[in-house]
């Protein structure tokens, strides 16, 4: 539920609903193994940059867990088997088996890397969960993160911004909000602008990022067609050791 434009550089709340004002919570996607895994994870980080991440061995369970969950589906191994052939980074033509792919997919999305302190971050953590640097959100391009944080009163969505989805007559839409993340601190942190593809399954966003990232433009935009919308992926890399890491990706209008 849009409702009314953020303004820019203002913290003014403009809508009185929330953006998620529904959500159908006897869907199958919520019994989903994926669904379940990832949301064990969302409680696994630090969310201000600049402190190291560590984990314990039950969030490296969790972790564990999630990406046999993901692996385990059909649009997983379709990405398995078009890396295979088209990928572009050197790590998918090492590829032979799926338990390969998914040592990539914990080397690009869960291994931790220096965004400003060693360790104290990684791709799962920026694009999925979310991240705070000096005051303002960065990241968080989930839209099961955004509603979870919403539903417990943490997020306040203050309208939209930048473009959006033209089609809503179907149960996923891109959209472009500005909204404001409370922690436990007195300050008021605000993501000016986050695109999110409201309604998606966790493992299709996994798939579709992993693909861009893999087999696209690692570093800037890669066009795509997501039912009648033309869309961009945008990624940026993190160099570490092993291979560039996901420094942030999104899909955008």
Not at 110 to 137: L, T
Not at 223 to 251: D, N
């Amino acid at each position: 539920h849009l409702q009314s434009k953020g303004r820019y550089n203002s913290i003014q709340d403009r809508c009185s609903d929330p953006l998620f004002s529904y959500v159908n919570k006897s869907h199958p996607f919520w019994s989903s193994n994926v669904t379940k895994a990832f949301i064990n994870l969302l409680d696994n980080y630090e969310r201000e940059t600049g402190k190291t991440e560590s984990f314990s061995n039950t969030e490296k369970r969790e972790m564990s867990v999630f990406m046999d969950a993901f692996c385990a589906t059909d649009i997983a191994r379709f990405v398995f088997n078009y890396l295979k052939i088209h990928g572009k980074d050197r790590r998918t033509k090492r590829m032979r088996s799926m338990n390969d792919f998914k040592n990539i997919i914990y080397d690009i999305w869960f291994a931790p890397y220096r965004r400003f302190r060693r360790n104290d971050s990684s791709g799962f953590e920026h694009v999925f969960v979310g991240e705070e640097k000096k005051g303002q959100i960065i990241g968080l391009h989930n839209w099961l993160q955004f509603y979870l944080e919403e539903k417990k009163g943490n997020v306040n969505y203050l309208g939209w911004a930048g473009k959006q989805d033209r089609d809503y007559s179907d149960d996923c839409n891109i959209v472009s909000v500005k909204f404001t993340w409370d922690d436990d601190d007195e300050a008021v942190e605000t993501k000016p602008i986050s695109t999110m593809l409201c309604g998606s399954t966790v493992e299709f966003e996994i798939a579709i990022l992993t693909l861009t990232f893999l087999g696209g433009d690692q570093n800037g935009d890669t066009p795509c067609i997501l039912g009648s919308e033309r869309c961009k992926i945008t990624c940026h890399p993190q160099r570490a050791m092993g291979g560039p890491k996901i420094g942030t990706a999104y899909i955008e209008i």
